[in-house]
């Protein structure tokens, strides 16, 4: 589709008196098929030419007329646009012939040139168990780190532990008060997990407790043997649970770099501010003064002299540049902490880093109950792995129900399971935020990653019935290809690289996830009204090739999302 939108953009350049690159990302997909396949709105020219739209279409259709291009065979003017019908026979064949060609690679380019994008994401809370609420940057954040990588980028992800902070300090002074040996490594994480909620409780009545837990972290942070002894054993424990889960779900980090990997740099992030007069100090506590840029002040340091989350990221943002020279850095990172990346990117900037503007901040919205919002310190918290595990035992039991001779039912069903998890979070806008329902969590049916995987399965089970070989390419076979299911669906196949593009672009997954779904859609529609192993040779041919490339674009697009394709299920 990006070469007809070329090939026309040039043809109007010298018509409209504007740049080619300007019109190619003007021209849309009209409503319906009668209309077209490509429209040029003329309100752009409105003003320039003094003519209403419908009066420029015109104008520019009877320049156009008896003419036709490469990729289109006639432009006609309706209303306030000038429609462009595609060579359809052609861009069958040269739509099919790429993906043909390309196979796994079909939608890559190499425009990020190699360019390295470090990616924050997932980040969980050491000493607390992997809660449904991270499934949201775990799972966009690992989609990320698959498109980008589409788009000829080096992505490298970093898995930034919430491994440093007060919260220690409190932990150690519920274990210290009421931990018990035998439990902790029994269950470590929901065990840790169930004193640090009792602290906060028990802190409640007790004032005192919050003291005593702030001094255990400046015991810590001042590097007191017991204070990291306790330190390490709780990161420890926690880490080899969370691997099991990442394990799970397919994704591996290249570092994990958490809070505490930067501690030995905060001595020079204090000194960098303060020599360039981008910090005071106010109260004893040390500031950036914000408010002249529509900010409230950022504090780096507290009058104790304990540093603070923002301290250890403005670190972190300088020793990724410097380590890994990156074009972007990401953090995928929820919607309220919008306030925090704006600070740091501004006392970046203040302090004359160029590269502070390519450090960006990808928001999402919280996942809530249909009480309220979760909260690990009340003790409201849905687990992660127990969802993954619900949604990989029931679509164990849908299949047991509806294809009981199924060779490998343990893996169909963590593909299936493992994908309505992923599907359900990267399918829906990340900006928005997501109520916690187990009904839809484990609903497989409708617009799910099961409805996609499902066209997948199919068109392996039709292909295996075709022949022991996969079709050979033949640019005579399809050219029996021409009903407007066929039509349908090779225009949606066109579309897949965009869709890529547009995902890395904004960053959002769900570009890609919901084009998924038209895929599937389209590939049922024509499934239902073509037979593609019918007698005539040549025709059964072109469908195979057909539905060859909707497997391969399914197959594609689902990987991208770290989600599988099962070929029987």
């Not at 491994?163 to 439990?183: C, H, L, N, P, S």
């Not at 007191?224 to 889960?245: D, P, T």
Request: net charge negative; hydrophobic share 40%.
């Amino acid at each position: 589709m990006d070469h007809c939108k070329a090939e026309i953009s040039r043809v109007l350049a010298p018509l409209t008196k504007m740049e080619a690159s300007r019109i190619a990302g003007l021209l849309e997909e009209p409503p319906s098929p009668e209309l077209g396949d490509l429209a040029f709105p003329c309100f752009i020219l409105a003003g320039q030419w003094k003519k209403s739209p419908a009066e420029i279409a015109a104008d520019l259709g009877r320049a156009l007329a008896g003419r036709r291009g490469e990729c289109w065979e006639r432009a006609e003017a309706r209303g306030p646009y000038l429609n462009f019908y595609l060579n359809y026979p052609l861009f069958i064949r040269d739509v099919l012939k790429r993906i043909y060609e390309a196979g796994p690679d079909y939608g890559r380019s190499d425009r990020g040139q190699g360019g390295v994008i470090v990616i924050d994401y997932s980040s969980p809370n050491i000493c607390k168990p992997f809660g449904i609420g991270h499934i949201r940057s775990t799972v966009i954040g690992h989609a990320l780190c698959l498109i980008l990588e589409a788009m000829g980028y080096r992505t490298i992800g970093i898995n930034h532990l919430g491994d440093w902070g007060t919260q220690f300090g409190k932990m150690i002074v519920a274990y210290e008060r009421w931990g018990e040996d035998e439990k902790l490594y029994q269950d470590p994480v929901n065990y840790l997990y169930y004193l640090y909620v009792r602290f906060h409780q028990e802190a409640e009545e007790n004032e005192a407790l919050e003291e005593e837990a702030r001094a255990w972290f400046k015991r810590l942070e001042d590097g007191e043997e017991a204070a990291v002894n306790y330190w390490k054993l709780f990161r420890r424990l926690s880490l080899e649970n969370y691997e099991q889960i990442y394990d799970l779900l397919g994704i591996k980090f290249d570092y994990y770099h958490g809070e505490s990997h930067y501690n030995d740099m905060l001595d020079d992030v204090i000194r960098m501010v303060q020599e360039k007069g981008v910090a005071v100090e106010s109260e004893g506590a040390l500031i950036v003064d914000l408010e002249k840029y529509g900010l409230p002040p950022a504090m780096l340091r507290k009058k104790d002299g304990a540093t603070l989350y923002l301290t250890r990221d403005l670190a972190a943002a300088m020793y990724r540049h410097r380590t890994f020279n990156f074009v972007k850095a990401l953090y995928v990172v929820g919607a309220e902490q919008k306030l925090h990346f704006q600070q740091m990117v501004k006392i970046l900037e203040l302090l004359g880093f160029p590269w502070a503007q390519d450090c960006i901040h990808v928001p999402f919205g919280l996942i809530r109950f249909k009480e309220g919002r979760m909260s690990t310190r009340e003790g409201k918290m849905i687990l992660l792995e127990e969802v993954l595990r619900r949604a990989i035992n029931l679509a164990r039991e849908i299949i047991e129900e509806k294809n009981p001779d199924l060779a490998d039912k343990e893996s169909a069903a963590k593909m299936v399971g493992l994908g309505a998890v992923r599907f359900g979070d990267l399918s829906n806008d990340r900006v928005k935020d997501i109520e916690f329902d187990w009904d839809k969590v484990l609903d497989f049916s409708g617009e799910t990653a099961a409805y996609i995987q499902y066209a997948h399965a199919r068109i392996c089970s039709i292909l295996r019935r075709g022949g022991s070989a996969l079709p050979e390419w033949s640019e005579e076979a399809v050219a029996a290809l021409g009903r407007e299911e066929e039509k349908a669906l090779v225009k949606t196949l066109a579309a897949y690289p965009g869709k890529i593009e547009a995902s890395a672009a904004s960053y959002r997954p769900s570009i890609l996830a919901r084009y998924l779904i038209d895929v599937a859609r389209d590939f049922n529609r024509f499934y239902h009204e073509c037979p593609v192993l019918v007698d005539n040779p040549q025709l059964r041919q072109a469908r195979l090739l057909l539905i060859l490339a909707v497997r391969q674009v399914i197959k594609n697009g689902l990987g991208l999302l770290g989600i599988a394709a099962p070929e029987e299920m």
